[in-house]
């Protein structure tokens, strides 16, 4: 199987860094997405990661290990507007994207 | 606006009824993909073309369910004698799949179905 693991729900306060782990099974995925959810509205693409290493965009970075099936989504300076499900995907090599379920963060005040 | 479009947004319809869902992708996208998304979920893969034709099917999808993209372009997802458990959002995305790219793929915004 392809399974992907998230926690459910994070919380962290405003100004603050947070770091949304996934974890998955290695065979399979020759890359690794992250995908930003709000509420009631369509996901929207953050980032991919298909070499082992950190790859930064502004206030969001991506890390993956591959022969860990491990990657984490790293989030500074946190914003409310950052309160979201966050989606960790893997692309398979038919270019078929299987989902987590998603960690849902609440950035307070 | 070039992004991707669905339609309709919203679909309320009785068990047992037929449903027809419409997706446009981004116009030089060759790949197009349904999902389906439940509450507190991530999208869930059903199917997905590469231009005109489908590639794979998932294995959860039963028989009532049918997706075409006849000239490469739109798509429809068709579900037949609707059940309660169809109700969800179902989302239509699409990528370029060409050399140097990884398959970013852009999401319409959904279809919201309610089965009665």
């Known amino acids: 199987g392809q399974n992907i693991d998230q926690p459910t729900e994070m919380t962290a306060t405003e100004g603050a860094i947070v770091q949304i782990n996934c974890t998955y099974q290695?065979?399979?995925?020759?890359?690794l997405f992250w995908y930003q959810q709000h509420a009631g509205e369509a996901p929207t693409f953050l980032s991919y990661?298909?070499?082992?290493g950190l790859e930064e965009k502004g206030r969001f970075s991506s890390f993956l290990s591959r022969s860990k099936g491990y990657s984490y989504l790293l989030l500074k300076e946190l914003q409310m507007k950052d309160s979201a499900s966050y989606l960790c995907a893997g692309n398979t090599g038919g270019f078929k994207t299987i989902f987590g379920a998603g960690t849902r963060l609440f950035v307070k005040a | 606006d070039t992004g991707v479009s669905q339609d309709p947004r919203h679909k309320i319809t009785k068990r047992g009824q037929n449903v027809t869902f419409r997706c446009d992708p981004i116009?030089?996208?060759?790949?197009l993909y349904w999902y389906r998304q439940t509450l507190g979920q991530g999208p869930e893969f059903l199917t997905y073309?590469?231009?005109?034709?489908?590639?794979?099917k998932s294995r959860l999808l039963s028989d009532r369910f049918s997706a075409e993209r006849p000239k490469g372009s739109f798509s429809t997802l068709e579900i037949q004698r609707t059940e309660q458990g169809d109700s969800a959002m179902y989302l239509c995305?699409?990528?370029?799949?060409?050399?140097?790219?990884?398959?970013?793929?852009?999401f319409g915004p959904g279809t919201r179905l309610t089965v009665l």
């Open positions: 990661n298909v070499l082992d």
């Open positions: 995305a699409s990528s370029y799949l060409g050399q140097g790219r990884y398959n970013e793929q852009f």
């Open positions: 290695t065979s399979g995925f020759n890359g």
């Open positions: 116009s030089e996208h060759n790949r």
């Open positions: 073309f590469q231009n005109e034709a489908q590639l794979e």
